[in-house]
C-alpha cells in the first residue's frame, strides 16, 4: 500500500485548509485510514481516523467540531478538512494506515505516507 500526502500549506489563524491522502496497491487490505501529526519537539500524535469503508470517524480532543475526517470511495482519497486553525495545528500531518484497526495510536500503523507541512500564522 502506497499513501500520497498532499494539501498542506500556509494559512492565518481562523482559516481552513483540506488535506488528502490517495491510497494505491493493495487498498483492500486496510481497515482503518487516519492522520497524525508532528510539531517540532513534539512526538506524533493523532488527529482524525476513518474506516476504509468511511464509517466510525475519530477525533481527537484537540481537533473536534474543527475538523473533518472523510473517504471518497470512488477516488480511493480520505481527506481531512480543517476549519478554525490555530497556531498550535502547526506541524508536518501524516497519512496512515493499519490493517486490523482504526488507527489511533502510531505503534500499530502499518503504512505511512510522507508528511505534509500545515502552518498557521497567528
Known amino acids: 500500500v502506497q499513501l500520497q500526502a498532499s494539501g498542506g500549506g500556509l494559512v492565518q489563524a481562523g482559516g481552513s485548509l483540506r488535506l488528502s491522502c490517495a491510497a494505491s496497491g493493495r487498498t483492500f487490505t486496510m481497515y482503518g485510514v487516519g492522520w497524525f501529526r508532528q510539531a517540532p519537539g513534539k512526538e506524533r500524535e493523532f488527529v482524525a481516523a476513518?474506516?476504509?469503508?468511511?464509517?466510525?470517524?475519530s477525533y481527537a480532543n484537540s481537533v473536534k467540531g474543527r475538523f473533518t475526517i472523510s473517504r471518497d470511495s470512488a477516488k480511493n482519497v480520505v481527506s481531512l478538512q480543517m476549519n478554525s486553525l490555530k497556531p498550535e495545528d502547526t506541524a508536518v500531518y501524516y497519512c496512515a494506515a493499519d490493517r486490523s484497526r482504526l488507527p489511533g495510536t502510531t505503534t500499530t500503523i502499518d503504512y505511512w505516507g510522507q508528511g505534509t507541512q500545515v502552518t498557521v500564522s497567528s
Open positions: 476513518i474506516r476504509w469503508n468511511g464509517g466510525s470517524p
